[in-house]
C-alpha cells in the first residue's frame, strides 16, 4: 500500500461548482499534513496546512481525521485560475522526517 | 531574498554520461530532499538528507547518488546506471512550522536523454 493516495482524477468541473479531494496515509504516526498546488511544468506550492480543527482559506477549506487517516480539500466557487494539480503531502516522525508527497489530483475548471 | 536554486533549468545527457544536478538553498534548512517527476506523475523520493554528511535512499535511489558536504549544497548525480533519467528533478529544503514542515521548492531541472 502506499504511503499517501491521491485519486489521480482529473476532476472536471464546472466554473462555480465546489470540488473535494481526499487523500489517505497509511502511517498512523504522520505528523503534519499539507496541500500544495503545482501548476503544469512548475514546481509545487504551498497551498495550506491541514489542522484536526479545520483550516480554512477564502473559498478553501482542508481537513484531518485522524481516526480514519485521511486529509480533505474543499474548494468552492470554482474559478478557472484553480485549474492545477493538488499534491497532498504528509510528513513522518521518527529519526528522519520524511515528506511524502500523493501523487496529485488532476483538477481542470471549465467555463 | 532567501530562496532554493536549482541549475541548471534544462539538461541534456547523452548515453552513458553521468551528469549532476545543483541545489542550493540559504534558508538554513537542516533538511534536503530530491524527487523526480514524471510526466503526468506525482513525485517520487529519491534521496534526503536530514544533516550535512548524511543522507537516506528515498524510495527510487538506484541509479542516483548525492553528497551533503555543506548544509546549502544538496548535489545530486545521475549515473549512466539509471537507464531512464529523462525527467523533472526537484529539489526541496524543509523547514519546521509550527508543528510540522513544510518543504520550499527550487524550479526543477528538466533532463533529457539524448
Known amino acids: 500500500r502506499k504511503e499517501v493516495e491521491q485519486d489521480p482524477g482529473p476532476f472536471n468541473v464546472p466554473e462555480g461548482a465546489t470540488v473535494a479531494f481526499n487523500c489517505t496515509y497509511s502511517n498512523s504516526a504522520s505528523q503534519s499534513f499539507f496541500w500544495y498546488r503545482q501548476d503544469c511544468r512548475k514546481e509545487p506550492k504551498l497551498l495550506m496546512s491541514v489542522y484536526s480543527s479545520g483550516n480554512e482559506d477564502g473559498r478553501f477549506t482542508a481537513q484531518l481525521n485522524r481516526a480514519s487517516q485521511y486529509i480533505s480539500l474543499l474548494i468552492r466557487d470554482s474559478k478557472l485560475s484553480d485549474s492545477a494539480t493538488y499534491l497532498c503531502?504528509?510528513?513522518?516522525?521518527?529519526?528522519?522526517?520524511?515528506?511524502?508527497f500523493g501523487t496529485g489530483t488532476k483538477l481542470q475548471v471549465i467555463p | 531574498d532567501g530562496g532554493i536554486t536549482q541549475s541548471p533549468k534544462y539538461l541534456f545527457r547523452k548515453e552513458g554520461q553521468n551528469v549532476t544536478l545543483s541545489c542550493e538553498q540559504n534558508?538554513?534548512?537542516?533538511?534536503m530532499y530530491w524527487y523526480r517527476q514524471d510526466p503526468g506523475q506525482g513525485l517520487r523520493l529519491i534521496y534526503y538528507s536530514q544533516i550535512v554528511n548524511d543522507f537516506q535512499k528515498g524510495d527510487i535511489a538506484e541509479g542516483y547518488s548525492v553528497s551533503r558536504e555543506k548544509k546549502e549544497s544538496f548535489p545530486l548525480t545521475v549515473t549512466s546506471a539509471q537507464k531512464n533519467p529523462t525527467a523533472f528533478y526537484l529539489c526541496a529544503s524543509v523547514q519546521r512550522r509550527g508543528l510540522g514542515t513544510e518543504a520550499f521548492f527550487g524550479q526543477g531541472t528538466r533532463l533529457t536523454v539524448v
Open positions: 534558508l538554513n534548512h537542516d533538511a
Open positions: 503531502v504528509v510528513t513522518s516522525s521518527g529519526g528522519y522526517q520524511k515528506v511524502t
